[in-house]
């Protein structure tokens, strides 16, 4: 249920920027999401599941660049100003 969830926001938020999104069966709790061949979470990898708004940065920053998220980014940036 998770991955369709992530499969929907991240296809709602890039509806003209990606080509596909696919949900591979796996087993074991195997998690990964990768654009192009890049592998940008692994569950195993970093021990859970990506914050959404990470994810969207993620893909954002490879697929548009330019795009502003709106509240996605500005969160983003309030966190990394706190730290």
């Known amino acids: 249920m998770r991955a369709a969830w992530y499969a929907q926001e991240v296809l709602t938020t890039f509806p003209r920027d990606l080509g ?3 949900l591979v069966p796996g087993i074991g709790g195997v998690f990964e999401i ?4 890049e592998t940008l979470w692994s569950r195993k990898e970093q021990k859970g599941f990506p914050e959404l708004a990470d994810l969207k940065r993620q893909v954002r920053d490879r697929v548009a660049p330019d795009r502003d998220l709106g509240h996605t980014d ?3 940036q309030a966190s990394s100003e706190s730290s």
């Open 20 to 22: 596909e999104v696919a």
């Open 74 to 76: 500005r969160a983003g």
């Open 34 to 37: 990768r654009l192009e061949g």
